[in-house]
Nanobody
Protein backbone atom coordinates (compact mmCIF):
# COMPACT_ATOMS: atom_id res chain seq x y z
CA UNK A 1 0.00 0.00 0.00
CA UNK A 2 1.21 3.52 -0.79
CA UNK A 3 0.44 6.34 1.62
CA UNK A 4 0.29 10.08 0.99
CA UNK A 5 -0.01 12.42 3.97
CA UNK A 6 -1.26 15.99 3.55
CA UNK A 7 -2.84 18.84 5.45
CA UNK A 8 0.08 20.20 7.39
CA UNK A 9 0.81 23.89 7.71
CA UNK A 10 1.41 26.83 10.00
CA UNK A 11 -1.14 27.48 12.73
CA UNK A 12 -1.25 29.57 15.89
CA UNK A 13 -1.35 27.96 19.31
CA UNK A 14 -4.91 26.96 20.15
CA UNK A 15 -5.79 26.43 16.52
CA UNK A 16 -6.76 23.31 14.60
CA UNK A 17 -5.61 21.30 11.61
CA UNK A 18 -6.83 18.12 9.97
CA UNK A 19 -4.29 15.80 8.42
CA UNK A 20 -5.26 13.31 5.74
CA UNK A 21 -3.60 10.07 4.69
CA UNK A 22 -4.63 8.81 1.26
CA UNK A 23 -3.93 5.14 0.57
CA UNK A 24 -3.61 3.40 -2.77
CA UNK A 25 -2.50 0.07 -4.11
CA UNK A 26 -4.27 -2.31 -1.76
CA UNK A 27 -7.55 -2.48 0.10
CA UNK A 28 -7.22 0.15 2.81
CA UNK A 29 -9.74 -1.54 5.06
CA UNK A 30 -7.39 -4.48 5.62
CA UNK A 31 -4.76 -2.26 7.28
CA UNK A 32 -4.38 -0.87 10.76
CA UNK A 33 -3.38 2.77 10.53
CA UNK A 34 -1.25 4.95 12.76
CA UNK A 35 0.07 8.48 13.00
CA UNK A 36 3.55 9.30 14.27
CA UNK A 37 5.49 12.54 14.53
CA UNK A 38 9.10 13.60 14.62
CA UNK A 39 10.25 16.92 16.00
CA UNK A 40 13.68 18.33 15.11
CA UNK A 41 16.41 16.45 16.95
CA UNK A 42 14.00 13.95 18.45
CA UNK A 43 12.97 10.37 17.82
CA UNK A 44 9.85 9.59 15.87
CA UNK A 45 7.05 9.04 18.38
CA UNK A 46 3.63 7.47 18.39
CA UNK A 47 0.60 9.78 18.20
CA UNK A 48 -2.49 7.67 17.50
CA UNK A 49 -3.68 4.43 15.96
CA UNK A 50 -6.96 3.05 14.67
CA UNK A 51 -8.13 -0.46 13.93
CA UNK A 52 -9.24 -1.64 10.50
CA UNK A 53 -12.92 -1.00 11.13
CA UNK A 54 -12.33 2.19 13.08
CA UNK A 55 -13.93 0.82 16.23
CA UNK A 56 -10.72 0.79 18.28
CA UNK A 57 -8.40 3.74 18.81
CA UNK A 58 -5.47 4.58 21.05
CA UNK A 59 -3.61 7.82 21.69
CA UNK A 60 -0.38 9.05 23.20
CA UNK A 61 -0.99 10.73 26.54
CA UNK A 62 0.38 14.00 25.15
CA UNK A 63 -2.45 14.31 22.60
CA UNK A 64 -5.31 12.55 24.36
CA UNK A 65 -8.41 14.74 24.44
CA UNK A 66 -7.06 17.08 21.74
CA UNK A 67 -6.47 14.82 18.73
CA UNK A 68 -8.92 12.43 17.06
CA UNK A 69 -7.97 9.70 14.64
CA UNK A 70 -10.55 8.42 12.17
CA UNK A 71 -10.82 6.70 8.83
CA UNK A 72 -13.13 6.44 5.84
CA UNK A 73 -12.52 3.05 4.25
CA UNK A 74 -14.83 3.84 1.34
CA UNK A 75 -12.53 6.74 0.44
CA UNK A 76 -9.30 4.89 1.33
CA UNK A 77 -8.37 7.76 3.60
CA UNK A 78 -7.39 8.21 7.22
CA UNK A 79 -7.51 11.42 9.21
CA UNK A 80 -6.00 13.07 12.24
CA UNK A 81 -8.03 15.97 13.60
CA UNK A 82 -5.81 18.13 15.79
CA UNK A 83 -7.40 20.71 18.09
CA UNK A 84 -6.00 22.99 20.78
CA UNK A 85 -2.60 22.80 19.17
CA UNK A 86 0.47 23.68 21.19
CA UNK A 87 3.96 24.74 20.09
CA UNK A 88 5.26 21.39 21.30
CA UNK A 89 3.08 19.70 18.67
CA UNK A 90 5.38 21.13 16.00
CA UNK A 91 6.78 18.18 14.02
CA UNK A 92 6.68 16.29 10.77
CA UNK A 93 3.67 13.99 10.96
CA UNK A 94 3.73 10.60 9.29
CA UNK A 95 0.95 8.17 8.60
CA UNK A 96 1.71 4.47 8.65
CA UNK A 97 -0.09 1.20 7.96
CA UNK A 98 0.26 -2.48 8.57
CA UNK A 99 -1.77 -5.62 8.11
CA UNK A 100 -3.22 -7.07 11.28
CA UNK A 101 -5.94 -6.63 13.84
CA UNK A 102 -6.54 -4.31 16.79
CA UNK A 103 -4.01 -1.46 16.91
CA UNK A 104 -0.27 -0.91 17.26
CA UNK A 105 1.74 1.81 18.97
CA UNK A 106 5.35 1.02 18.12
CA UNK A 107 7.14 2.42 15.11
CA UNK A 108 8.66 -0.97 14.31
CA UNK A 109 5.19 -2.52 14.10
CA UNK A 110 4.42 -0.67 10.87
CA UNK A 111 5.42 -1.78 7.40
CA UNK A 112 4.28 1.12 5.25
CA UNK A 113 4.94 4.84 5.68
CA UNK A 114 3.86 8.04 4.02
CA UNK A 115 6.27 10.85 3.22
CA UNK A 116 5.32 13.14 6.12
CA UNK A 117 3.66 16.52 6.37
CA UNK A 118 5.02 19.42 8.42
CA UNK A 119 2.94 20.96 11.19
CA UNK A 120 4.24 24.17 12.74
CA UNK A 121 2.48 25.70 15.73
CA UNK A 122 3.46 29.25 16.61
CA UNK A 123 3.14 30.68 20.11
Amino acid sequence: VQLQASGGGLVQAGGSLRLSCAASGRTFSTYVMGWFRQAPGKEREFVATISRSGSLTSYADSVKGRFTISRDNARNTGYLQMNSLKPEDTAVYYCAARAGSSWYTKREDYSYWGQGTLVTVSS
